[in-house]
Structure formats: structure tokens, C-alpha cells
């Protein structure tokens, strides 16, 4: 069931509040942008705590599965040029993409965050390529085709955007501000109370 990656793992069994969070703080200073932290941790606190303290941080809360008495936490770590200006032209807000979606237009979703991200929460139909990956995955594309990228903000979905573009894709468009706003339907792991459905 958890196929979720993580790029490091961070053992927090049997610490009480704060304890989990100065450990993840220290662990995330060490992490690459772009890279997953698991927060292994039996403090049922932490849950509320890590989500609270990600947001206040700057860096994406993905979600925190159960497993037994252990709660996994998943962190992805921001970076600083997903702050930068969106530099791709041609962008569509999320309420367009929703809107060809419920109609039913023939359009390729592609999601450009990491498997995690995509795991816990993502549009229907959508197909993973994290960006890291994405001159592997462009021959899943046809060059006609209109193919709408998203992320968590429309900083790497830009990225993304740009390099299709380059690649000779010429119907392609940056979905903004992307799953960190998005309202329409979705899939993935579905959590209440901290555990999977």
C-alpha cells in the first residue's frame, strides 16, 4: 500500500513534543530542495504539530499515514527558486483546466511534483512525471496534443512548461497557482483520522 518514497528517514519514535519538530528542523537543513523527509514518530501530536510547523516554514506538508502505532510524516522540502518569478508565458488558471476537465475536452494532465506529493493527493487522469524525471517521460506525448502542467504553486509546473516548449511542444500551458489552490476533483490517499482509506 505505502509506495511513497522518501529521500531520507528520520527516526522521532518515542520523543514527546517539541522533540519531533527541533529533530525534523535540523533533518530539513540537511535535505536537498526538492527532496521527501519521513518523520518516523509515536507522539499522536506530531501530526498537528509538523503540518503547522511545514506551513509556518515554507515547506509542503504531503501528508501523515498510519502504520501500527508509528505515524509517517511526509515533508517536502521547499526551495528558494520556487519562490522566484513564474517565468513560462503562457498560463491558464486552475478554474480553465477545471472547466475543460468537466467538459470533457481531450487534454493531457501532466503533474510534475514528486511521487509522494502526487500519491497523497492528485487531479483524475493526471499522469505523474516529477520534473526531475521529465525528459524521460515527453515521449508519452504527442506534439499536437494540449498538455496542461501542474504542480503545488505554477513554480515547477512553469519550469516543466518551458522545457515541453523547448522539447517542440507547442500547445502547452502552466496551471496556476496549481494543487496548492485546486477545488475540483481529486484522488489519491484519502486520510481520516490518520489513516488510509
Avoid at 518514497?5 to 527516526?11: G, P, T, W
Avoid at 518515542?14 to 518523520?39: H, N, Q, Y
Avoid at 501528508?63 to 509517517?72: A, N, S
Avoid at 521529465?134 to 515547477?156: S, W
Wanted: glycine share 8%; charged share 30%; net charge negative.
Amino acid at each position: 500500500m505505502n509506495n511513497i518514497h522518501a529521500d531520507m528517514i528520520l527516526d522521532a519514535k518515542g520523543l514527546s513534543c517539541p522533540m519531533p519538530i527541533v529533530r525534523t528542523k535540523k533533518a530539513m537543513k540537511d535535505l536537498e530542495a526538492g527532496k521527501v523527509l519521513e518523520v518516523q514518530a509515536t507522539d499522536k501530536g506530531s501530526k498537528a504539530d509538523m503540518k503547522a510547523w511545514a506551513e509556518s516554514a515554507g515547506h509542503d506538508y504531503l501528508g501523515t499515514l498510519e502504520d501500527g502505532h508509528v505515524l509517517k510524516h511526509y515533508l517536502r522540502k521547499s526551495s528558494d527558486d520556487e519562490m522566484a518569478e513564474k517565468k513560462y508565458p503562457h498560463v491558464v488558471r486552475n478554474e480553465e483546466l477545471k472547466r475543460k476537465i468537466e467538459s470533457n475536452e481531450n487534454i493531457v494532465v501532466v503533474d510534475v511534483r514528486e511521487a509522494a506529493e502526487f500519491t497523497f493527493n492528485h487531479i483524475p487522469g493526471a499522469i505523474s512525471i516529477p520534473l526531475s524525471e521529465l525528459d524521460d517521460g515527453v515521449n508519452e506525448f504527442r506534439k499536437d496534443q494540449e498538455i496542461f502542467v501542474v504542480c503545488r504553486t505554477g513554480n515547477r509546473s512553469s519550469l516543466a512548461a518551458q522545457k515541453l516548449k523547448e522539447k517542440g511542444f507547442d500547445k502547452v500551458f502552466n496551471v496556476i497557482p496549481g494543487m496548492s489552490e485546486w477545488d475540483g476533483k481529486t484522488e489519491g490517499i484519502h486520510q481520516e483520522g490518520g489513516r488510509t482509506s
